[in-house]
């Protein structure tokens, strides 16, 4: 009976001769992923709203008044310069200058005459048959007459100017709109737009630049010692449609306008672009991307991994013993999804982008590489001064 006693005594006493044992905890570094900072041949780009403008576009007008006999072009139709668009009867106006014609007959008759008279006084005063007065009546008549000369002459090249207003013509190449009038019209210098024509090949593009940049161009214009027009006109200049393709065809900056908006703070520009497909019409709304000439070595990080503070921007980086430690950067602009650091950073870094929240400064962390940012750089730098295909234009930001 005495045995599960002494069983009970023996494990009591086994159990406290055993020394105690915690539970250590075990602590896993956190992981986070990480991007290498990299340098890479890069053009600095803008992304601007632009839209498509016919230069010249003009409103075609009658100068005299008729009836419409001809109107001689398809509406919407390509016309050639110098070809016919409406004509005006020309009875009337003919008969002007028929009539004009026999008024200067008669003053250059009158004038030969008076001329004869002139010439005979010179003649007679030198020796004394006629007066003074009298020759000098005789030349007022002959001024007189070579003023009546020259006023018919002016009504005549009127009046053939007038016949001349009776062809309308198109003024260079380009497509002609609707017209609202038709043979049997009247039509007059109250007639208003009979048609309007714009030109198609050049296309010209306006947009607008914001004043920071263009200061930007002007400063480094004047670095380079190379007037301004050269350096614009040498910037690349791309088109994104609206169905997010981009437009074959590069072009170049020729006109910025003479003053700063003072209600957009941004300067109107205009490129201009070959055309000779017709893709582009007037009023289009496109993207105008616009590329530095050559491209640079730029130090890029991805865009998330830029944190804010009260002293300026910094970024979080693993140093070479997994250690997190903060850097202040400075920025420059934004290229797609990435951002230029001109200072702060050197290539090699290994900046966090993603699990920024789970650390602090001085924590031990395991880096994952974010291979999918990795490769997207190399593809980035291969395709740079190429055009952009449809799916890096999508990431592209705007400045």
Same mark, same amino acid.
């Given at each position: 009976?005495?045995?599960?006693?002494?069983?009970?005594?023996?494990?009591?006493?086994?159990?406290?001769?055993?020394?105690?044992?915690?539970?250590?905890?075990?602590?896993?570094?956190? @992981?986070?992923?990480?991007?290498?900072?990299?340098? *890479?041949?890069?053009?600095?780009?803008?992304?601007?709203?632009?839209?498509?403008?016919?230069?010249?576009?003009?409103?075609?007008?009658?100068?005299?008044?008729?009836?419409?006999?001809?109107? #001689?072009? @398809?509406? +919407?139709?390509?016309?050639?310069? $110098?070809?016919?668009?409406?004509?005006?009867? @020309?009875?009337?106006?003919?008969?002007?200058?028929? @009539?004009?014609?026999?008024?200067?007959?008669?003053?250059?008759?009158?004038?030969? #005459?008076?001329?004869?008279?002139? =010439?005979?006084?010179?003649?007679?005063?030198?020796? !004394?048959?006629? %007066?003074?007065?009298?020759?000098?009546?005789?030349?007022?008549?002959?001024?007189?007459?070579?003023?009546?000369?020259?006023?018919?002459?002016?009504?005549?090249?009127?009046?053939?100017?007038?016949?001349?207003?009776?062809?309308?013509?198109?003024?260079? !190449?380009?497509?002609?709109?609707?017209?609202?009038?038709? &043979?049997?019209?009247?039509?007059?210098?109250?007639? $208003?737009?009979?048609?309007?024509?714009?030109?198609?090949?050049? /296309?010209?593009?306006?947009?607008?630049?914001?004043?920071?940049?263009?200061?930007?161009?002007?400063?480094?214009?004047?670095?380079?010692?190379?007037?301004?027009?050269?350096?614009?006109?040498?910037?690349?200049? #791309?088109?994104?449609?609206?169905?997010?393709?981009?437009?074959?065809?590069?072009?170049?900056?020729?006109?910025?306008?003479?003053?700063? %908006?003072?209600?957009?703070?941004?300067?109107?520009?205009?490129? %201009?672009?070959?055309?000779?497909?017709?893709?582009? =019409?007037? $009023?289009?709304?496109?993207?105008?991307?616009?590329?530095?000439?050559?491209?640079?070595?730029?130090?890029?990080?991805?865009?998330?991994?830029?944190?804010?503070?009260?002293?300026?921007?910094?970024? /979080?980086?693993?140093?070479?013993? =997994?250690?997190?430690?903060?850097?202040? &950067?400075?920025?420059?602009?934004?290229? *797609?999804?990435?951002?230029?650091?001109?200072?702060?950073?050197?290539? +090699? !870094?290994? &900046?966090?982008?993603? +699990?920024?929240?789970?650390?602090?400064?001085?924590?031990? &962390?395991?880096?994952?590489?974010?291979?999918?940012?990795?490769? #997207?750089?190399?593809?980035?730098?291969?395709?740079?001064?190429?055009?952009?295909?449809?799916?890096?234009?999508?990431?592209?930001?705007?400045?």
């Amino acid at each position: 009976m005495r045995f599960p006693f002494l069983t009970s005594l023996c494990l009591l006493v086994l159990m406290l001769s055993l020394p105690s044992c915690k539970k250590e905890k075990i602590t896993i570094p956190p @992981k986070v992923t990480v991007v290498e900072a990299t340098n *890479q041949d890069i053009r600095q780009t803008w992304t601007l709203v632009g839209q498509t403008v016919s230069d010249p576009k003009v409103d075609i007008l009658a100068r005299v008044k008729g009836f419409l006999v001809k109107r #001689n072009f @398809k509406q +919407g139709a390509f016309v050639k310069k $110098g070809e016919l668009l409406f004509q005006i009867e @020309k009875d009337e106006y003919q008969a002007n200058v028929s @009539k004009e014609e026999a008024q200067l007959a008669i003053k250059e008759a009158l004038l030969k #005459n008076a001329l004869i008279v002139y =010439n005979r006084s010179v003649f007679l005063q030198k020796k !004394d048959t006629i %007066s003074k007065a009298e020759l000098d009546k005789d030349t007022a008549d002959k001024d007189s007459a070579i003023g009546e000369r020259d006023a018919a002459k002016a009504a005549l090249k009127e009046a053939c100017i007038d016949l001349s207003y009776t062809d309308i013509k198109a003024p260079f !190449d380009g497509r002609i709109g609707l017209s609202k009038y038709s &043979v049997g019209n009247v039509i007059g210098p109250d007639s $208003g737009v009979l048609a309007t024509i714009v030109s198609l090949d050049p /296309m010209k593009v306006e947009f607008n630049v914001n004043e920071a940049d263009f200061l930007i161009a002007q400063a480094r214009a004047l670095d380079n010692k190379i007037p301004l027009k050269e350096l614009l006109s040498n910037l690349r200049i #791309n088109l994104i449609l609206s169905d997010k393709t981009e437009y074959k065809q590069t072009g170049k900056i020729y006109f910025w306008n003479n003053a700063v %908006s003072s209600s957009t703070g941004t300067i109107l520009m205009r490129a %201009s672009f070959e055309n000779k497909e017709f893709m582009l =019409n007037p $009023g289009q709304y496109v993207k105008v991307k616009i590329q530095s000439s050559a491209p640079k070595a730029r130090l890029l990080i991805p865009q998330e991994a830029i944190q804010s503070a009260l002293g300026g921007n910094f970024v /979080m980086i693993v140093d070479n013993n =997994n250690i997190i430690q903060t850097k202040k &950067v400075e920025t420059g602009y934004q290229f *797609q999804n990435m951002i230029v650091i001109t200072k702060g950073l050197n290539p +090699g !870094d290994k &900046v966090v982008t993603q +699990g920024i929240q789970k650390v602090r400064r001085e924590m031990k &962390v395991t880096p994952i590489f974010d291979k999918v940012a990795t490769n #997207n750089q190399e593809t980035k730098k291969e395709s740079e001064g190429k055009p952009l295909t449809e799916k890096t234009t999508t990431n592209e930001t705007t400045k």
